[in-house]
Structures are given as structure tokens and as C-alpha cells.
């Protein structure tokens, strides 16, 4: 059996510490050892009776408390991995000063492990240029600092300064854990616009045709793209419920012509294009305006009406096409994505290399698809097929820990770009 991760979570005290409560139990559902280390003042959000019962484990906030066991130094030294959730100004300023006052900043100054903010406060206090510098001071130090989320805030306000659901928080802890590497801040200033999800062709007003993708693939592009500095837009199909990654535009689209519309209208700000939308090849050619019946008249035909189906445009095709006809000057890196299953031609290889000639991109990510594979499951393996000829076989693992090695072989082929 692995050893069981020790993740030591952080509360400072913001409105958002509710929201440590949800990440506590993932954490410890996900099978890791959490304890909490909450501020004081986080004990004015929750009681130390919550955090507590969801981690077993006792909760101080002083290094006074305990002392015969040096807690101050031992729990960060232990720890494999520190989230603070929320990170508010003041703990990201006391941080970022090498401030000691408390048993969670005391942690934070032992620990050797990877630490996670996870940002939550008022817009204002966000863009402040205090709070700026002490961010880019801890991330310069080897710390992460989240992108908050935008959205309502506490009282009438809404902005950025939220604190990413529970679920993106555990995702990018566990994340960490697989790889500690996997979110260096390299990505700035880069726009990369990236396609997830299923595609949706309309029949009439209460049908479609549509597929299997569950948008997490993508989404994990995504996420971890913004986690790493870049400005990301989101062009998303269907998925299955997943929450908008923190820190990233999202446009929802439902139609392969809206996804076509949606890339044609933000290709031209991208450096780099990731379409890892499942898009229809085909739609009917005729959507029906009102619902197409089966007739219930005694004696009518049972013949099943047929669908007339059109060719969609190829939008990933269209964009390396545009790119050669000099109309997106700023695209630096086009990344395809292949979902083969292998059939008597050839493999799932075979297939995928001539794919990866057929559109002419730059990157190409390759799964095996089949019963349990790919599709609608957190899990993945598969190919990174370079149009240099360039092969490398993606370990098995979360999406999210695929999405950074993705994020990594673009910003490599980018790199190569550049140097
Ligand atoms: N793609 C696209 N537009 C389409 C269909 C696919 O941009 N109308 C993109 C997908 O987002 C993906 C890549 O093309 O990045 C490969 O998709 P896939 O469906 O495997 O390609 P097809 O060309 O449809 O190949 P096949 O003959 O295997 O159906």
C-alpha cells in the first residue's frame, strides 16, 4: 500500500473558510492525512470543532499550545504538500515577509514541501499593489498563488477575488502531489485558447445528435494553462457539469458552427490553439421547427424518418489553413486532439500519425478509446505526437496531471520557437 500523503490545510480567516471545509473532506476522501492549521481569526468563520471532526486531527492556531511537540516546526517538516484556503491579503502579506506569528505562518517558514494559495478577498485588495509585489514575491520563491475566480463576493459586489471552488483547489493539490513541477508561473502574457466538450447537433426542438466527451480533458488544459500564468479562453461544448475553471474566460457554445464562429472570432488574439472538443462531424441538414412525431394513427406507416446529414467545417483544418495564409499572425502552436481506436488498417498509432499529416498541426494528442478508456473517465494514457516526428507516451494518470504534461510540451515547443 502507498503511504498516505500528509496535507496540512491552511485556514486564514476570510468569509470564504466555509469553503475549507469542503476541501478538508475531499482531501481526506482522496486518502490523504489532513490536518488543519487555521489563523485566530479564522476561528471567527468556523470552529476548531469542524475542522476537527471532518480532518481527526486536534487543531491549534499558536505555537504556544502543544509545545512539547515543537509543532511549530514539526508540522511543516513532516508535511507533503501546505494549502492555504482561503489566503487572504493580510496572510499573503505576513507570507511573503517571512512573518512567524502564528503556528500557520511558523509551518509555512519550516515547510520544504510544495505550498498552495488559494487567494480569497475583495477585488480591490486583490489589485492592490501591495498584495501584487507579495504575490509575485512568494511565487518567485518557488510558492503557487492561485488565479482567484471572478464572480459574486461577499455583500453586492462581484470581480475577481473569489476563492476557486473546493473541488479546482483539491484537483491542483493532488496535482502537486503526483508532480510537484507541474504549475511553475512560466506562462505569462501568452493568450491560448482552448475547445473542450461535446458538440450538439439540433433535430428538431427537443433532439440532437451529440457524443461522449465530457469536457474534462479540456477543461484540465485549461485550468492548468491559467494556474501557469496564461490568459485563457474557454470555447465550451457540453460537459458534464463541470464547474468554469478559476481564472479563465469561458464561452459556452452549443452547435459545431457556434464552436466554428466562437475560434474564428478569438483565434486572431491566440498564441496558441488547443481543440480538444469533440465536434460533430456531421449535422442534419434540415433542423425541424417544431417536434418531429411518430404518427399514432391506426393503419399509418412505422417507417422511421431519415436524416438528411451535412459535413460540418473542420475548425481545427481551418485554423492551420488560416494560420498559412498569414490571416493569425500570432499563432504560434496549433495542438490537435485524436481519440483512435485501431481497427484492421492499422493501430491506434497508425492512425493517429496520419491524422496528425491530414490537419497539419503542430501538436498531437493521441488516446486510445474504448470501453472505459478516454471517455467520461478521470483517468487517461496516450501519445504526444509532434509534426517534427518527435513521440512521447503520456503516463497514466489523472487528466489534470496529462493537462501539465500538454501544457508542458507546449510551452517547450514554444521555447523552441522562440530560442
Ligand atoms: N475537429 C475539428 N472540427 C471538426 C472535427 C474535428 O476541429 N469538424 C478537431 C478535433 O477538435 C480534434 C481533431 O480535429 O482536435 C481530431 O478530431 P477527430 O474527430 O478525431 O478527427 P476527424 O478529422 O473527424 O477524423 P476521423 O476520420 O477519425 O473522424
Redesign the pocket.
Known amino acids: 500500500m502507498t503511504e498516505r500523503k500528509r496535507v496540512i490545510v491552511g485556514v486564514a480567516g476570510g468569509i470564504a473558510a466555509y469553503k475549507a471545509c469542503t476541501l478538508v473532506r475531499q482531501l481526506s476522501e482522496a486518502g490523504h492525512s489532513v490536518r488543519v492549521v487555521p489563523t485566530e481569526s479564522a476561528l471567527n468563520f468556523v470552529g476548531a470543532a469542524t475542522f476537527e471532526a471532518l480532518s481527526g486531527h486536534p487543531v491549534q492556531t499558536t505555537v504556544f499550545q502543544h509545545v512539547d511537540e515543537v509543532l511549530h516546526v514539526r508540522i511543516g517538516q513532516e508535511a507533503d504538500l501546505v494549502v492555504v484556503a482561503p489566503a487572504t491579503a493580510d496572510l499573503l502579506a505576513r507570507a511573503a515577509a517571512g512573518r512567524a506569528d502564528d503556528l500557520l505562518t511558523a509551518t509555512l517558514l519550516t515547510a520544504r514541501c510544495p505550498v498552495l494559495f488559494a487567494p480569497a478577498m475583495h477585488t480591490e485588495m486583490w489589485h492592490h499593489p501591495a498584495t501584487v509585489e507579495n504575490v509575485a514575491t512568494l511565487r518567485r520563491r518557488g510558492a503557487i498563488v492561485l488565479e482567484p475566480a471572478s464572480g459574486r463576493l461577499t455583500g453586492a459586489d462581484s470581480g475577481a477575488g473569489r476563492l476557486p471552488e473546493a473541488e479546482e483547489i483539491s484537483t491542483l493539490a493532488n496535482l502537486l502531489l503526483d508532480r510537484s513541477d507541474a504549475l511553475p508561473h512560466d506562462l505569462t502574457g501568452v493568450n491560448v485558447l482552448v475547445?473542450a466538450g461535446g458538440t450538439r447537433e439540433q433535430i428538431d426542438p427537443v433532439r440532437f445528435i451529440g457524443n461522449r466527451s465530457s469536457g474534462k480533458q479540456g477543461y484540465a488544459v485549461a485550468r492548468v494553462a491559467a494556474q501557469r500564468g496564461a490568459n485563457v479562453t474557454l470555447i465550451a461544448g457540453h460537459t458534464v457539469g463541470l464547474i468554469d475553471p478559476a481564472g479563465v474566460d469561458v464561452v459556452h457554445i452549443g452547435s459545431?458552427d457556434q464552436?466554428?464562429d466562437a475560434?474564428t472570432k478569438h483565434a486572431p488574439e491566440a498564441h496558441v490553439l488547443v481543440?480538444?472538443?469533440?465536434?460533430?462531424?456531421f449535422r442534419p441538414s434540415h433542423v425541424a421547427t417544431s417536434k418531429i412525431k411518430k404518427s399514432h394513427e391506426p393503419g399509418h406507416t412505422t417507417d422511421a424518418p431519415a436524416i438528411e446529414l451535412t459535413?460540418?467545417?473542420?475548425?481545427?483544418?481551418?485554423?492551420v489553413r488560416a494560420r498559412s495564409d498569414g490571416q493569425l499572425p500570432n499563432m504560434q502552436a496549433i495542438?490537435?486532439?485524436?481519440?483512435?481506436t485501431g481497427d484492421a488498417n492499422g493501430d491506434v498509432l497508425f492512425?493517429a500519425r496520419a491524422?496528425l499529416q491530414?490537419?497539419g498541426?503542430d501538436l498531437?494528442?493521441v488516446n486510445a478509446v474504448g470501453e472505459g478508456r478516454a471517455f467520461e473517465v478521470d483517468d487517461n494514457d496516450g501519445w504526444l505526437l509532434g509534426a517534427d516526428g518527435n513521440e512521447v507516451a503520456l503516463e497514466h494518470g489523472s487528466k489534470t496531471l496529462m493537462a501539465s504534461r500538454i501544457v508542458d510540451a507546449i510551452g517547450a515547443f514554444l521555447q523552441r520557437r522562440d530560442g
Open positions: 475547445t459545431a464552436l466554428h475560434v481543440m480538444a472538443a469533440a465536434v460533430a462531424d459535413r460540418t467545417d473542420d475548425v481545427l483544418a481551418a485554423a495542438v490537435g486532439f485524436a481519440a483512435e492512425h491524422k491530414r490537419k498541426c498531437l494528442v
